[in-house]
């Protein structure tokens, strides 16, 4: 369903069928600007003819109304809804797709003429066309979701030029521009708050109604809604990188790449029509070699009943909405998914590993304690640690100058350099200053009597001139929904890991707090690549949740990658393919629930349209069926199939 999915506006005002080369039968249906009215009007001209022309046939004899004229009658009843399926039918086989359902519906509905059953072949091309409305229908409503967040997006920007309010392009802004944001506008880029404070809706971009009050200096994004009073944000990224730039091309293209269940509908179509074709021709005239009393007219309309049954509407419709359907519902719920593969894979999910520091805790850390050995000056020291942590832009750096307050950039910092999983190294006044984890006091054999491995917070070794400084204890608080996640996750009967880089003792203590299954601490990048190794050696599946740059490799290697969004690196993000919007983690076991209503949807779909069609089919060859039993079989089992995919969007995941 790519055509459902663009959001280019579309010259055509009825709804249009695409059927592309390796597509099967593609169906996007665009409803326009019509009215429910305008879009049952041909329908209901049809519905009107067709009462008038069963009521003479068979209610109010006349004697006018016979021959010629009750062909041109029904003829008149069949051209407000045959003629654009004989049109598309027309136009497909031009495009080299012959064997569509509108050729199927066509060569049926003309041929229940050709034999002199007029009602039946107005019956069954008007029951069509009143479910390819409902399809359209259903199909924009699907989309309803999806276009709200589309149109977060302002075309333009009140910007602050000389003093004065200036109106702008969007696409215009650039990095460092004031835009003057009025109660109730929406910001059109990323930026830092120069107001002292503001009340946003954020429902655009996390699914949370709850507003968010943010201070001067917080970070605000594109598609925020001003609540109260005016405020002035300076633009910091530009318009195409902005996070609701990202957030929209990743919604845009999520159907791009499809599930497995769904290409597979889409061949199995491409195959299935065309036999379906010769075993209705092989209906019609074989018998004429194995029956006494053939009657051609007989088997022919058994081949008709057949080919109305064989349409594949029910799935090819609707399996590609019950997954649009499911993306959909999770970007409402502040939940993106990069393509519908990816919800057929997270319904599959076995283990769920997750990173410590912004994704199960709140990534804000505070210093608890600050040890200095007797023969430091502990000012100096604090002073010293401030100013190299300064060129860090970890969590911890921000909690130690919350801390130890200004920067002294007087001090005179040489040979600075960054220690991946150890901490930060420089020269001072041509003494070597060491902050970082126990494990860089090691690497430089500092020896030091402290016994870190029984404290629960995460410590910040310092070492000074060759010797041990002291340390300073720094704790991070656990997000408040994260005992529910693990437990949820528990319930699905998904296994929680937790990989960090932090000490051992604090990852424990916080996996105790939540009951995660197994935690491992004091972890370098590829330390995690290898756990999720070893996971996926027994042949397990693997969702890894995280936020940091260092994530970005396990995200990669994990089956289902999921970033934070709002505390998450721009490379984990990019790298991911769930993203989660609000840094909730109970969004997680929320996202793999739409995996598996949604996969529930696809295959109840699956199942309930071949079982009746078969059922059908056997009927039809059989003489048991009519005409009207096909419309059921196609018409029908398409609208029970619809009805159950849009299900997905009612759903409460919470």
């Known amino acids: 369903m790519e055509e459902c999915c663009s959001t280019k506006p579309k010259k055509k005002e009825q709804h249009t069928h695409d059927h592309s080369e390796g597509d099967g039968h593609d169906h996007s249906h665009d409803t326009g600007d019509k009215t429910p009215f305008q879009m049952f009007l041909p329908a209901i001209i049809s519905f009107v003819l067709l009462l008038i022309g069963i009521a003479l046939d068979n209610y109010i004899k006349t004697e006018w109304f016979t021959g010629w004229v009750r062909l041109v009658w029904y003829l008149a009843a069949y051209a407000p809804v045959g003629l654009p399926v004989l049109k598309e039918a027309y136009e497909s086989i031009i495009k080299g797709d012959v064997f569509s359902e509108f050729f199927l519906m066509g060569i049926a509905t003309v041929g229940a003429f050709v034999i002199g059953e007029y009602p039946e072949g107005v019956a069954v091309m008007l029951f069509y066309s009143v479910g390819e ?47 003057q944001l009025k109660p109730g506008e929406k910001l059109a880029l990323d930026g830092e708050l120069m107001t002292e404070s503001a009340s946003f809706n954020t429902a655009a971009l996390t699914g949370e109604s709850k507003p968010d009050t943010k201070t001067k200096g917080e970070a605000v994004l594109a598609g925020m809604i001003n609540m109260n009073s005016i405020a002035l944000v300076k633009v910091n990224t530009a318009y195409e990188d902005s996070k609701l730039s990202k957030i929209l091309e990743l919604v845009q293209n999520a159907t791009a790449q499809k599930a497995p269940t769904e290409l597979f509908i889409r061949k199995f179509a491409k195959v299935y029509t065309p036999i379906v074709v010769f075993l209705a021709i092989g209906i019609c005239l074989l018998p004429y070699f194995f029956v006494n009393d053939y009657q051609f007219r007989d088997w022919l309309y058994r081949a008709l009943i057949f080919l109305v049954i064989s349409c594949p509407c029910a799935l090819v419709i609707s399996i590609p909405l019950g997954y649009f359907g499911g993306i959909g519902a999770a970007s409402r719920n502040g939940i993106l998914f990069k393509g519908s593969n990816f919800l057929d894979s997270i319904a599959e999910i076995q283990n769920v590993v997750m990173d410590k520091t912004g994704t199960m805790t709140e990534g804000v850390f505070k210093v608890q304690e600050v040890i200095i050995q007797p023969e430091f000056n502990k000012d100096e020291i604090l002073k010293l640690v401030n100013v190299l942590e300064s060129k860090s832009t970890h969590p911890v750096a921000t909690a130690i100058h919350n801390y130890a307050g200004e920067i002294d950039h007087s001090i005179p910092l040489e040979n600075v350099e960054e220690i991946a999983g150890h901490g930060l190294k420089a020269s001072v006044n041509g003494k070597e200053l060491l902050v970082g984890n126990f494990k860089l006091m090691d690497k430089f054999s500092i020896s030091y009597d402290t016994n870190h491995a029984n404290i629960v917070y995460t410590l910040i070794a310092i070492a000074y001139d060759k010797k041990f400084a002291g340390y300073i204890t720094i704790a991070d608080s656990i997000k408040s929904d994260a005992k529910e996640t693990v437990d949820n996750l528990h319930r699905m009967g998904v296994k929680a890991t937790m990989l960090s880089g932090d000490k051992s003792t604090v990852v424990k203590y916080v996996a105790d707090q939540l009951g995660i299954d197994s935690a491992f601490g004091d972890l370098l990048p590829e330390d995690k690549v290898n756990k999720v190794k070893e996971i996926k050696a027994k042949n397990q599946t693997v969702a890894f949740v995280g936020d940091g740059v260092n994530d970005a490799p396990v995200v990669a ?55 009746v069609k078969a059922v059908v089919l056997a009927l039809g060859a059989g003489g048991l069926a009519t005409m009207w039993e096909a419309v059921f079989a196609d018409v029908g089992v398409a609208m029970l199939a619809i009805l159950n995919a849009v299900r997905i969007q009612r759903m409460k995941f919470n």
């Open 557 to 611: 290697l994990s089956d289902v990658g999921i970033a934070m969004g709002g505390l998450g690196s721009d490379a984990t993000i990019e790298t991911a393919d769930v993203v989660i919007q609000d840094d909730k983690p109970s969004k997680i076991p929320m996202a793999i629930n739409i995996g598996k209503q949604t996969k529930k949807i696809v295959w109840q779909n699956i199942i309930l349209a071949f079982a």
């Open 133 to 179: 409305v409902f399809q359209g229908m259903a199909v924009s409503r699907a989309k309803g979701n999806i276009k709200a967040l589309l149109d977060q997006r302002p075309d333009e920007v009140t910007i602050i030029e000389a003093s004065q309010p200036k109106t702008i392009k969007a696409k215009e802004t650039k990095i460092g521009d004031i835009i």
